[in-house]
């Protein structure tokens, strides 16, 4: 299919208010549920600090607003006190988004007179040995040191913690650890399946029972504590009916930059194919975003097949996800299976129905695959090889 | 929530940041990962939550800028709803 940038975008397409930078892939953590790129060890060289502020300088310009910097682990970069400065100088409203790993009073303090705005810290679980075990890494009580250093620096603290099978059950234990902490808001997010996630499904997917006890959990614990702590549960979306309203449709407020410097309309969508993917080493950010036929692509509504074509629910879910319709079904222009209206959706029941069967005990089946450089290039190598046969 | 003293001074809550944006032609209250898009009367009120001024004072300030009278129900009434969805916080 062929889009080319369609006259006068610039007046009907929004800003970017969402920048997300992926400053690096490096990560000390290895989690079986990370989004990233199961490939990112094929990727090519990070950018460089100029590089980055000259991005934040053209999305600037355009509107955008909020800027998250995550990775990988952001402060791995040793650049990334003066990419905040740069940024809080721009007017941007500035998230970390981090697993703690690396942080130091000395970091902290240099980041808040940089003006980092918020930080937002991981836990893979409540408790040591499965924090330790999901992310591979020794790192739960220097989380612990790290949401401390946050509170006494004076940041709202917010703690985001990705559920699946494993941990799923631990959410009264990790909503009571996160009150411990001081946190103000608290993020259950079920995992979504993309990057080392999808390679990783048929162990990380949990059951019905078990989410329906997560969300009584969580219904009492809010009761309880009242409006002291905020939490967001995050429903996984193959338990829904319905699409999510996926980055709001392509194209439409975010915009994400990955270590490489590839743009990209959704985190996942480097694995979309037929997508040629601008880098902000070879064009500016205003000719990215309102002009690269991959911004365009999934614009709007012209790209949409049936049943999405035709539903009154288009324009509020977007035909849902791009990268799990490619997943599912191998085509990204269909509708999110997620929706019963999908003629794929069955893809997504299965796939339900058989982690019920699994709901064995941890460490049974296939096993987890952690997010590693060596295994990342494996993968990549297996890809090449299942692309030319 | 009871109503808003007068003498209360309201101040934009611990984290959060309002500031005009020019690509949106409103002010904006930022907070972690999100946004509100706030409406011309809504970022009036807002721009005048200093900390410093009672609330009465910001009535006094918005009815003389607007050239109108008896806004201090409407004002009070956001504000609380402010509060409600803790963008402000109210300060000794």
Known sequence: ?389 | MSAVAPGARPAIARGLRLQWEPAQEAHVLLYPEGMVKLNGSAGAILSRCDGVRTLKEIVADLERSFGTTGLSDDVAAFVTLALERRWVELRE
């Not at chain 1, 401390?148 to 703690?159: A, F, G, K, Q």
Request: aromatic share 8%; charged share 20%; with cysteine.
């Open chain 1, 1 to 389: 299919m062929s889009v080319g940038p369609p006259l006068q975008t610039s007046h009907a397409v929004g800003p970017p208010l969402w920048l997300l930078l992926e400053l690096t892939y490096r990560c000390p953590l290895h989690c079986v549920f990370c989004y990233n790129p199961t490939e990112f060890a094929a990727t090519g060289p990070e950018l460089a600090t100029a590089d980055w502020l000259r991005v934040l300088a053209e999305a600037r310009a355009l509107g955008a607003v909020q800027l998250g910097l995550s990775g990988g682990e952001p402060l791995v970069r040793d650049d990334l006190e003066p990419i905040v400065a740069g940024a809080h100088a721009l007017g941007y409203y500035i998230n970390l988004i981090t697993s703690g790993v690396g942080m130091s009073e000395q970091r902290i303090r240099a980041l808040k007179g940089a003006g980092l705005d918020h930080i937002q810290l991981s836990f893979q679980d409540s408790t040591r040995e499965l924090n330790d075990f999901l992310s591979s890494t020794r790192t739960f009580e220097l989380k612990a040191q790290v949401a401390e250093l946050i509170r006494s620096y004076d940041y709202p603290m917010v703690l985001n913690v990705v559920l699946h099978r494993l941990n799923i059950d631990h959410v009264g234990e990790i909503l009571e650890m996160a009150q411990r902490m001081g946190a103000q808001y608290v993020e259950l997010a079920n995992t979504q399946y993309y990057g080392w996630a999808w390679l990783n499904r048929a162990q990380l997917l949990p059951s019905r029972a078990q989410l329906q006890r997560a969300e009584e959990v969580t219904r009492r614990f809010r009761e309880r504590v009242g409006s002291k702590m905020q939490v967001y549960f995050v429903v996984p979306d193959y338990f829904e009916t319905r699409p999510k309203a996926c980055m709001n449709g392509l194209g439409s407020i975010f915009l994400g930059i990955a270590p490489d410097g590839t743009a990209l309309p959704c985190h996942a969508a480097r694995m979309l194919p037929g997508l040629a993917l601008p880098n902000v080493r070879e064009h500016d950010v205003r000719s990215i975003w309102y002009d690269s036929a991959a911004f365009n692509q999934f614009r709007g509504e012209a790209w949409m097949r049936e049943p999405c074509r035709s539903c009154a629910e288009r324009s509020r879910d977007f035909g849902g996800c791009r990268c799990q319709a490619y997943l599912l079904t191998g085509d990204a222009a269909n509708a999110d299976p997620v929706c019963e209206l999908s003629p794929h959706h069955h893809l997504v029941t299965e796939a339900v129905a058989a982690a019920e069967r699994a709901a064995a005990p941890p460490g049974a089946g296939a096993p987890l695959v952690f997010r590693d450089h060596r295994i990342s290039i494996a993968v990549e190598r297996s890809a090449c090889r299942s692309g030319q046969s």
